[in-house]
């Protein structure tokens, strides 16, 4: 039997003519450093670093495998390992963008939401000082019978007619004290 | 023989010599990336207010956060408004330059690197030493940002 091996070249070398084979992982280690380094530059910029956790990812990726194909061939990774370090470094801080822009969203809830409390507070203290001096009259018609109901007189009235009362009782005015 | 075969027999050492040569590659890359920032900025105009991306701090805080008008300068600076630019973001040309600069000195290495095989390793070293404090520089004010949002 013809033995096919004995023709193919056993040296990485290249014949005359042929175009040398770039060392193993290089491509990929080429691929992994761009994107690694477009990832870094865009995720220190706020707001649109959140997306760069995608190509980080990717670069780290590519990176690990060129070195595992590159450790098997024994071929060299600076561009690998300066691929996957910069792919690593750019992807923590786009990670990190999440963390601000979660802790922007709660000082933004929490500030939004005491200014709700405090609107709500204010709105119920202008209904209560309302009702205290509102009038409240309650009519009723059934047929010609007619029934009216008035409820409540205002708070500065009630203050008047106790003091009123007050006064005819002991005629001296000291039991109510006034806020100034 | 076809045209497009001796074509690519003609091209043969070139590529063959790019394959081996990955800071060629990588230069090459990085050049046709700051192109399209570029042509990013000069795509969308900054009178039509076409930009495809919105500012999440913006628009859940209603206060626009350091890095906010950033392609509104830049497409200014590209049409040589330069004081509009600067209303829009403070460090828009800060930016901006760190771009041209990086156009420049992809091209500028490149040339170099292919004059001068034997000073490879030390260009590369050098390239990268400067390119890493340009972009520090040049960011400065948004990894603060970053950090100071982080910590707080």
Redesign the interface.
């Known amino acids: 039997m013809e033995d096919f091996t004995t023709n193919t070249p056993q040296s990485s070398e290249p014949l005359p003519g042929q175009?040398?084979?770039?060392p193993a992982g290089?491509s990929l280690?080429?691929a992994a450093?761009?994107t690694a380094?477009?990832t870094f530059?865009l995720s220190?910029?706020?707001?649109?670093?959140?997306i760069a956790i995608v190509p980080g990812i990717i670069a780290v990726v590519l990176a690990s495998i060129g070195l595992s194909q590159a450790s098997r061939n024994d071929s060299p990774r600076g561009?690998l390992v300066a691929g996957l370090i910069i792919g690593v470094v750019a992807t923590v801080?786009a990670f990190?963008?999440i963390?601000?822009?979660g802790?922007?969203?709660d000082k933004?809830e929490k500030n939004w939401g005491g200014e709700i409390e405090n609107v709500i507070r204010d709105v119920q203290k202008n209904v209560i000082d309302e009702l205290e001096d509102a009038n409240v009259s309650i009519k009723i018609e059934n047929g010609d019978e007619k029934v009216e109901i008035n409820v409540g007189e205002g708070k500065a009235d009630r203050e008047k007619e106790l003091e009123e009362l007050e006064e005819d009782n002991t005629g001296i005015n000291d039991t109510l004290n006034k806020k100034e | 023989m076809t045209p497009s075969i001796k074509r690519s027999n003609y091209l043969?050492p070139f590529?063959?010599g790019f394959?081996?040569e990955?800071y060629l590659?990588?230069n090459i890359?990085?050049t046709g990336?700051v192109i399209l920032v570029f042509a990013y900025s000069g795509f969308f105009s900054p009178v039509k207010d076409n930009y495809p991306?919105v500012?999440?701090?913006e628009k859940?805080?209603g206060e626009p956060?350091?890095?906010c008008g950033?392609s509104h300068s830049f497409s200014l600076i590209l049409r040589g408004r330069i004081s509009e630019a600067y209303d829009w973001n403070v460090y828009g040309l800060r930016v901006f330059i760190f771009f041209a600069g990086q156009l420049f000195m992809r091209i500028v290495f490149s040339v170099f690197y292919i004059k001068y095989p034997r000073s490879g390793k030390y260009l590369i070293v050098y390239d990268s030493v400067v390119s890493a404090m340009f972009?520090i520089v040049s960011?400065l004010p948004?990894?603060e940002?970053?950090f100071k949002?982080?910590l707080?």
């Not at chain 1, 175009?19 to 770039?22: D, F, S």
């Not at chain 1, 220190?44 to 959140?50: A, E, L, S, T």
């Open positions: 175009t040398p084979r770039p290089q280690g080429i450093l761009i380094i477009v530059v220190v910029i706020p707001c649109v670093g959140i561009v801080i990190s963008q963390f601000v822009a802790k922007i969203g933004f | 043969s590529r063959a394959r081996n990955p590659i990588i890359i990085l990336v991306v500012c999440i701090h859940l805080t956060c350091v890095s950033l972009f960011f948004f990894i940002w970053i949002r982080f707080l």
